[in-house]
């Protein structure tokens, strides 16, 4: 007798295994103005429409804030925010830093210190 498998997916159930976004929203703050702003009004021309097409999870705002630098503000399922001044920046550094604000998980950074917390003691350090 041979053994075949189901044709079926398993479905998740509850959510358990299901990747939630951290970052529920990306504030995109301009000056119409400013030189500091050049690189981000080329972005919100250029790429904001191709990253808001790949990140349709995430509510995209866009405001100008006239006489300030450029700002790319991240607000989390936590309920914290973290802003990135993209002052002087290029189109495709502003991209990286929208990148890396949706990759963020919100959280505050911290050193770490000992990156591997044991309850026995390492071999090499008896051998010595």
Not at 28 to 46: E, Q, T, V
Not at 68 to 82: F, L, S
Not at 102 to 107: I, K, L, P, Y
Request: proline content about 4%.
């Amino acid at each position: 007798m041979v053994v075949q498998g189901l044709r079926k997916v398993t479905a998740g159930q509850n959510g358990v295994g299901a990747f939630i976004l951290q970052c529920k929203r990306l504030d995109f703050h301009y000056c119409d103005w400013a030189g500091s702003s050049k690189g981000m009004n080329s972005f919100l021309k250029n790429s904001l429409q191709s990253f808001a097409r790949a990140n349709p999870q995430i509510e995209i705002s866009v405001s100008p804030r006239p006489r300030k630098h450029p700002v790319v503000i991240g607000h989390y399922i936590n309920g914290r925010e973290k802003a990135i001044c993209v002052r002087n920046l290029e189109k495709d550094q502003i991209l990286k830093k929208a990148e890396l604000l949706r990759d963020a998980n919100g959280e505050k950074l911290r050193r770490v210190v000992k990156p591997v917390k044991s309850l026995n003691e390492s071999g090499l350090i008896l051998l010595r």
